[in-house]
């Protein structure tokens, strides 16, 4: 069989020339000679693949049950789309150049499948795991309703609080996993990476440290650099960027680590379908453009508006006050990104005001898209956490989220203090 789109090179760049990410995100995963010219990657939507052989048949199944390993430049038949298909390749190769120290991927078909799929693969019951708090209100549900009932060990530890990080992962027997999530959501804030991985990788039985990097990431945070192990990503929001698809990818120094998580996701059934690997690797050679515009936007915005009289508290990175903070901002942020929050005076009610009152900006859940969005995480996205957690992590009743779009940031900023002004 041809290996129809298959290519691990570039194939317009002379040999022995490594290219840039923003150009490796073109080039690399796809051949049109191999596709009768086809510029873009056609749509392989067949749910099976008709083997060369019997052998080969044979050969494919040893090495997708991890039986044999693929000998080098080994060409190996496809076998059935939950495994993999066409378009899943070429979206984990073009997608790696994006993420500095990454040598493989997997993709999901959402962020949560993601997320899910590492805590089942690395988390055996009776195995312990150690998780930043406030964490997405997804996450937050899958640790409490289904992994902690299926006997793991949870121990939530508050973002920011680097030496309490380091404190718990010294001392927790059993330690699998750390999950970060930095900047958290919906409050911004950051956990020290590097200080959490050298305190992971002190321990005997190296505990793996993977990063939630969905607000900051792939452009303005990479958390290879600092030593983490595996990199995770909603790829519904800045990576497909336009509000209309579901996706999650997972990034990691360890090919091998990356395959055991590709095993689990044949089981559990959650690749990432042939139509949006297509859609999503369309959107990858933009990410770098939206997000610098979208971080641009929102800076101008919350600077502008971190003084107004309704305004109680704005929470952006560049506004920071925390002297920790700030010290983990600038060790590992290369831009301040483009959501902001901020509590108005007077709590739940001005907050609803406020949303209504909103012309451009529109009142959803979600972030990352080119568009707008504003939402009240106490009453939706955080709902699920306790008074006590709500106010612990300060997402308070008059707290607004806005994810900055890449609409003139003069209208954006005039919509605000229009409804500002009024509430
Ligand atoms: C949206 C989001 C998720 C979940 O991703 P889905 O694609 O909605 O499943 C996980 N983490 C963060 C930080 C998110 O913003």
């Known amino acids: 069989m041809a290996p129809y789109h298959r290519t691990k090179t570039p194939y317009v760049v002379r040999p022995g020339s490594a290219v ?23 749509v392989f939507r067949s749910s099976t693949y008709v083997f060369s052989s019997p052998e080969a048949a044979e050969r494919a199944f040893a090495i997708a049950l991890g039986r044999s390993r693929p000998a080098e430049g080994e060409n190996v038949d496809l076998i059935y789309s939950r495994l993999s298909h066409p378009n899943a390749e070429i979206l984990e190769d073009q997608i790696v150049p994006l993420e500095p120290g990454a040598q493989a991927a997997a993709v999901f078909n959402s962020g949560m499948a993601a997320i899910s799929t590492l805590f089942f693969t690395l988390c055996p019951p009776g195995s312990a795991f150690i998780y930043s708090t406030p964490i997405y209100g ?175 508290r704005m929470i952006y990175p560049t506004l920071f006050e925390d002297p920790e903070q700030i010290r983990i901002r600038d060790l590992q942020c290369r831009f ?20 209504r009152r909103l012309r451009i900006a529109r009142n959803a859940v979600s972030l990352g898209g080119v568009e707008t969005l504003a939402c009240h995480p106490a009453t939706t996205t955080h709902s699920e956490m306790s008074p006590d957690e709500l106010s612990r992590t300060n997402v308070s009743d008059a707290l607004i989220r806005i994810s900055v779009g890449v609409e003139d940031w003069r209208d954006l900023l005039s919509d605000f203090k229009t409804a500002l002004d009024a509430i």
């Open 336 to 355: 301040p990104g483009a959501i902001f929050s901020f509590e108005v005076h007077g709590g739940k009610r001005v907050a609803f005001d406020f949303l």
């Open 138 to 312: 997804g996450t937050q549900h899958l640790i409490h309703q289904m992994l902690e009932p299926l006997g793991m060990k949870a121990i939530g530890v508050g973002a920011g609080d680097t030496a309490g990080m380091r404190a718990a992962i010294a001392t927790t027997p059993n330690l699998r996993l750390v999950f970060l999530e930095t900047p958290s959501n919906p409050t911004l804030v950051m956990c020290d990476i590097a200080s959490a991985a050298q305190a992971a990788q002190a321990r005997a039985d190296h505990p793996l440290v993977a990063v939630d990097n969905t607000f900051l990431g792939p452009c303005f945070q990479h958390p290879l650099g600092h030593r983490a192990d595996l990199v995770l990503y909603s790829a519904t929001k800045y990576l497909a960027g336009n509000s209309d698809m579901l996706g999650g990818v997972i990034l990691g120094r360890d090919p091998d680590l990356i395959t055991s998580l590709r095993g689990t996701r044949a089981i559990l059934g959650n690749i990432l379908q042939p139509d949006e690997c297509w859609m999503l690797d369309s959107r990858l050679p933009t990410v770098e453009l939206r997000m610098s515009r979208q971080s641009k936007n929102a800076q101008r915005i919350a600077e502008a508006l971190a003084n107004h009289p309704k305004i109680a």
């Open 20 to 42: 840039r990410p923003g150009t490796a995100v073109l080039t690399r995963g796809f051949d049109p000679r191999l596709s009768v010219g086809s510029a873009r990657p056609a």
